[in-house]
């Protein structure tokens, strides 16, 4: 059977953690470097293109101490608390898992047909900090910069040249009709 996931365009900064049961020389071929012919990792998830930068194959094995949950942590921002539900089945995991972010869809909403091999484990968002703009420390940051000369447009140097046009049009015709 065929799990169907649907991602929002809206969503930022979210990462999907999926268990992988796959051989190992499966796995290695996902990570291999591209080249020409056909992704092999967005089939997997339904899709035909996927953005590899924005996805990471991994090898629990290779975590030792860390552990799952200590890595998505670590590396990702994913606060402890939001793995707290989770972490009976992060830590019994075992073999490859892939982590995937929302931004790794190139094209979005997208609805991801997972293969049976592939199981979603989570979903967790990265905790950010609040922005926050604090007064700057030092009184020589305050005022403005002092501005230049503003360049002068294509349209202000047309203006002036029609302008010096008409005044010797003008003084043309003057001096003409003066001398008539």
């Not at 796995?27 to 293109?49: H, K, Q, Y």
């Not at 890595?71 to 972490?87: F, M, V």
């Not at 030092?138 to 005044?167: F, N, Y």
């Amino acid at each position: 059977m065929t799990v169907s996931l649907t991602i929002p365009a809206s969503e930022r900064r979210v990462l999907r953690l999926f268990a992988m049961d796959l051989s190992p020389a499966e796995v290695s071929a996902l990570r291999a470097p591209l080249t020409d012919e056909a992704d092999r990792l967005a089939p997997l998830l339904g899709l035909t293109r996927l953005n590899h930068a924005m996805a990471e194959v991994v090898e629990i094995a290779d975590l030792a101490d860390l552990g799952l949950a200590g890595y998505l942590t670590a590396a990702h921002g994913i606060p402890p608390s939001q793995l707290t539900p989770d972490r009976a089945t992060l830590n019994s995991l075992t073999g490859f898992v892939l982590v995937l972010f929302c931004e790794a869809l190139v094209s979005r909403p997208a609805q991801l047909h997972l293969d049976p091999r592939v199981t979603l484990i989570g979903t967790y968002a990265e905790d950010l900090p609040p922005v926050r703009f604090e007064p700057l420390p030092d009184a020589a940051a305050l005022g403005l910069l002092p501005q230049g000369k503003p360049v002068w447009s294509d349209a202000r140097i047309g203006g002036m040249v029609a302008t010096a046009v008409l005044i010797f049009l003008a003084l043309f015709t003057f001096a003409f009709i003066w001398m008539a």
